[in-house]
């Protein structure tokens, strides 16, 4: 079946960087666009950054110019760099592979990681 692991969150002071890795398997990694979501405490899960299958990339107004999806195919793995971090940062992030639609609507996507903690502080 599939499976998404998040790692590399982490504590990080506000200008910090930090780099999240979402490992997949059971799916042809490479055939799938794939998402970064995140979720705050009391707020709905938003959307951070998407990049298809051949590299195109779209990002939320909020993080543009501060974050960078990427993915390796070779290894299975999407990367979300977060540089110029902000303590309104602070989520839990999530990885999920994209099934069709609107990139930006969690419902659009079918498989979900744990999710890794990222916490900026000021």
């Known amino acids: 079946q599939v499976q998404l692991v998040e790692s590399g969150g982490g504590l990080v002071q506000a200008g910090g960087s930090l780099r999240l890795s979402c490992a997949a398997s059971?799916?042809?990694?490479?055939?799938?666009?794939m998402g970064w979501f995140r979720q705050a405490p009391g707020k709905e899960r938003e959307f951070v950054a998407h990049?298809?299958?051949?590299?195109?990339?779209y990002y939320a107004d909020s993080v543009k110019g501060r974050f960078t999806i990427s993915r390796d195919n070779a290894k299975n793995t999407v990367y979300l760099q977060m540089n110029s971090l902000k303590p309104e940062d602070t989520a839990v992030y999530y990885c999920a592979q994209y099934r069709g639609g609107n990139y930006y609507s969690a419902r659009e996507y079918d498989y979900w990681g744990q999710g890794t903690q990222v916490t900026v502080s000021s």
């Open positions: 990049i298809t299958w051949s590299g195109f990339t």
């Open positions: 059971g799916l042809t990694f490479s055939g799938f666009a």
